[in-house]
């Protein structure tokens, strides 16, 4: 393929691929114009025209063509690598309001350069050295790589090979000379549809009866065997009313899509990992390393979403209220407190075995925490500030094409100097990232995304050293002794 050098090349590239995809019991003919999937190809765009933007941010020099490629597909070198990425999803945060889809890619090819080495390492294997090439031909031409990691796991409290139906977790079915053939799905696969490549990766600890399940691969996202199923949002169809007066971000959304696979192949030259089971574990825990500290995308979401309550407050004719600027204090410390754990723990990271850097893994997965948590808070008092109106307003087409447009324009005035549709056009915006479409990248990605609340504890409690602190406590207090 040619190199993707700006967005319009990007938007090039997706065209008149063969993929099939169902949405609302449909068969897609082109996801570039179907105005439900459009807004969250834009928003994957945004990430090219950033770095066109501004390349110092959001670009980088690939180490393996000496070319300049998206820092997205970018192998960290040192912690200013793992800052930078960070700053750069805020920023992309607030350009778009919404989920820009593309860090699962970086976070995951992130874990496999150390955990492809440290396999081969062990079993003399050359999984590395077919990443690296895998990673050179992605460099040339500046794709876009899915992570696909999460399977849709039926039975919660049974392994993979104890479930009643095997193809619970994606495995391995057939393996000859030439590669593997693999079956199952992935669910809730963000970008999917908007990538060229995905890798699939096994989603969680694996013992030797999961040993089909060790697989990492990787494959264009047009291979035969694959069937893409459209996941709803909250209110998607209002992007496909006319007008689209009550979409509330036009430009943007997310995307997450069930991704069934049967009997798909991989061949060997991209084969990263395959019955290794013991180093599965490994590979998740570096991948949500990676991936929870890429969550200070939701704080530049959150300065949307700070700027979109200041706003309404102002067309509400309170904005110099006490209790109003006490609330926007409370969300921007929040807020600020996702980015402070995001950032401290790219800051603090360590090199790997194989020479990329990696984040602090105790401070990922307090920034994790965070989002699960203060996104909510935030919102909740975005829609405090916002008024009951944000969740009673009648539609843009009454508002604007109806009869009762003259009466609707007088009693949705708010503030007598504000245009009554500016005041309904951030009204729905606020609806829009606490109820509607991108409430979805917003709140419950911030749940569930990278995992949800209770794997954050559970890494938590392994990653601190609880021994050590009740030490300090002993030797305080005098119960054993202080070295002078
Ligand atoms: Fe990136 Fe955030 Fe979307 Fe995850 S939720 S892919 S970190 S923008
Ligand atoms: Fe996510």
Not at 383 to 402: C, F, K, N, R, Y
């Amino acid at each position: 393929m040619e190199k993707i050098h700006t967005k319009a090349d990007y938007l090039d590239s997706l065209k008149n691929r063969n993929l099939t995809i169902y949405l609302m019991g449909e068969l897609v003919e082109d996801p570039l114009t179907h105005p439900i999937i459009k807004p969250s190809i834009e928003a994957m765009a945004e990430t090219y025209a950033l770095a066109e933007r501004e390349p110092e941010l959001a670009s980088a020099i690939s180490p393996y063509t000496n070319e300049p490629i998206n820092r997205f597909l970018h192998i960290a070198e040192n912690n200013q690598d793992l800052y930078l990425q960070n700053q750069m999803q805020r920023k992309l945060g607030q350009l778009t309001g919404t989920c820009f889809q593309r860090c699962v890619g970086m976070d995951a090819f992130n874990a496999l350069h150390s955990v492809t080495y440290e396999i081969d390492e062990k079993y003399k294997t050359d999984y590395h050295k077919k990443f690296i090439s895998f990673l050179t031909k992605m460099h040339e031409s500046n794709l876009v790589i899915g992570g696909a990691m999460t399977d849709v796991k039926g039975d919660r409290s049974k392994p993979p090979h104890q479930q009643a139906d095997q193809d619970l977790y994606l495995r391995v079915v057939k393996r000859d000379k030439k590669g593997v053939y693999v079956s199952g799905a992935k669910a809730h696969q963000t970008g999917c549809l908007n990538s060229h490549w995905m890798v699939i990766m096994p989603t969680l600890r694996l013992t030797e009866d999961d040993k089909d399940y060790a697989i990492v691969g990787a494959l264009p996202i047009e291979s035969e065997g694959i069937t893409y199923i459209y996941g709803r949002q909250s209110c998607d169809t209002r992007s496909m009313e006319p007008g689209e007066y009550d979409v509330g971000n036009k430009y943007f959304a997310g995307q997450e899509a069930m991704v069934i696979f049967d009997n798909v192949f991989i061949p060997n030259e991209y084969i990263f990992m395959n019955g290794e089971y013991d180093f599965a574990a490994m590979l998740v825990e570096r991948f949500t390393c990676y991936h929870r500290r890429s969550y200070v995308c939701k704080a530049g979401v959150g300065d949307v979403m700070i700027g979109a309550a200041a706003t309404i407050a102002e067309y509400n004719g309170v904005e110099n209220k006490s209790h109003i600027r006490e609330k926007l204090v409370e969300m921007n410390k929040l807020n600020e407190t996702i980015y402070a754990t995001g950032i401290a723990s790219s800051l603090q990271g360590k090199e790997t075995k194989s020479g990329n850097y990696i984040n602090d893994d105790l401070l990922a997965n307090v920034c994790k925490q965070h989002v699960t948590k203060e996104t909510y808070e935030i919102g909740r008092l975005a829609q405090d500030l916002a008024g009951g109106l944000v969740a009673s307003m009648p539609s843009g087409i009454d508002i604007h094409e109806s009869d009762m447009s003259p009466n609707l324009k007088k009693y949705l005035k708010g503030k007598e100097d504000i245009n009554t549709e500016d005041r309904v056009k951030m009204l729905r915006l606020i609806e829009n990232m606490t109820l509607g479409r991108n409430a979805v990248a917003y709140l419950t990605e911030s749940m569930h995304g990278a995992g949800s609340p209770q794997a954050q504890r559970i890494q938590i409690s392994r990653k601190v050293d609880i021994e050590e602190k009740k030490n300090f406590a002993k030797k305080l207090s005098g119960i054993i002794k202080r070295e002078e």
